[in-house]
């Protein structure tokens, strides 16, 4: 049985209040993101996640790592790792899990979206 998310860590840079809406990052993708980091060198290195228009479905999820952060950006703690959004992607992102799976198709991340309508077959666009 999969282990239920974690309550997110607000951190005091960029905090939300608990009435914005949340996404959570499931210990498999928190321990990529801190075995990313170490790789890199860089353990203060975050997961971004940002939605950008396009994508076969409408929008597509964009993964990147970073270490610097903007005042519209949110930033949150689970399981000694941190994940940052913007604002604008955070309103697409309510209620988003995001994990790390390892499979015979590939090792990536991947966000289960309530909010979307549709995805595309390779996982990484949806539509609202």
């Known amino acids: 049985m999969p282990e239920p998310p974690a309550a997110p860590t607000f951190l005091a840079m960029n905090q939300i209040s608990p009435e914005s809406p949340v996404v959570s990052l499931s210990k498999s993708a928190a321990e990529r993101v801190k075995v990313l980091a170490a790789s890199e060198g860089n353990p203060s290195l975050m997961l971004r996640l940002a939605v950008s228009g396009g994508g076969c479905s409408g929008f597509s999820y964009g993964f990147s790592l970073d270490s610097e952060t ?8 689970y399981h000694g790792a941190k994940l940052v959004i913007d604002d604008v992607s955070l ?6 899990e995001i994990d790390f799976v390892d499979d ?22 949806f539509a609202t």
Do not use: H, K, W
Not at 70 to 77: H, P, V, W
Not at 107 to 124: E, I, K, Y
């Open 70 to 77: 903007t005042s519209d950006d949110r930033i949150f703690e």
């Open 91 to 96: 309103d697409l992102l309510q209620g988003a």
């Open 104 to 125: 015979l198709m590939a090792a990536s991340f991947r966000v289960t979206n309530p909010n979307a309508t549709s995805t595309c077959g390779c996982g990484t666009s």
